[in-house]
């Protein structure tokens, strides 16, 4: 009897359902795939937060020219201490804060090594304090916020709700996490105090200087940001404590 089926036809069949089935599984996979890109949070681990007295720029200073989010020339934050924390052009960030205001914001940066890879800058709230989203845990060291930020807090975080008990932390979380407010002391750079939604912090006016920022760039020297990154050494032990908030 002849034979029907040679090995060459076998092997061209299983060829073509291999074939078959990873163009399946590539076509039901591609939506959950994008929806994980879409929904994806960039983490950014804030390595140095502080009040910003002003920011001086090169003449071809830009950002986000290019819808690419990106820095076009310098950017040079004058900071305490006759300190200056200059970025480079390209680098990354998101600027939520007037530029020509003096002593009004705050700069978070995300750092290898001596480089700025990445920052933010925002409005300073009262006594020193920027105001930031919710926490969605205290994960080693480090409050996690759902933007996607993590960054260091205090032993105990003040919890104000009014009229309510509230016994921890963790206990904060499962009822008024949602809508909270998160406040970072610039002094320490540590996560002090979260807000249930609706709680006002205290009425303190913080008068702004309303002036443009003109001064040269080229004659204010930029301190290598390895010595703006050392914490006092009271200040470490209190990121490193453990999570729990009682």
């Known amino acids: 009897m002849r034979q029907l089926f040679t090995w060459r036809f076998v092997a061209a069949v299983a060829a073509l359902a291999g074939l078959a089935l990873l163009i399946n599984a590539v076509f039901v996979d591609d939506d959950e795939l994008t929806a994980i890109i879409e929904t994806e949070v960039l983490n950014r681990k804030i390595d140095f937060i502080s009040p910003v007295l002003s920011m001086e720029t090169s003449d071809d200073f830009g950002f986000g020219l290019k819808d690419d989010g990106l820095t076009d020339g310098f950017i040079d934050f004058v900071l305490p201490g006759s300190k200056v924390m200059r970025v480079a052009p390209g680098t990354p960030g998101e600027i939520n804060c007037d530029l020509k205001l003096l002593n009004r914001c705050a700069v978070f940066a995300d750092l290898l090594g001596d480089a700025v890879v990445w920052f933010a800058t925002l409005p300073k709230a ?121």
């Open 126 to 246: 009262e006594r020193e304090t920027v105001e930031l989203p919710p926490i969605l845990d205290l994960q080693d060291g480090y409050a996690l916020f759902e933007n996607g930020w993590r960054i260091r807090y205090a032993p105990v975080i003040d919890r104000f709700c009014e009229g309510e008990d509230i016994v921890s932390f963790s206990d904060f979380l499962r009822r008024f996490g949602p809508g909270s407010t998160s406040v970072v002391d610039l002094e320490t750079q540590l996560v002090t105090e979260v807000r249930c939604s609706g709680t006002e912090a205290p009425d303190v006016t913080i008068p702004a200087v309303e002036q443009p920022v003109d001064l040269p760039i080229g004659n204010t020297p930029v301190t290598p940001i390895d010595q703006l990154t050392q914490l006092d050494e009271t200040v470490n032990p209190v990121a490193s404590q453990p999570a729990s908030q009682e």
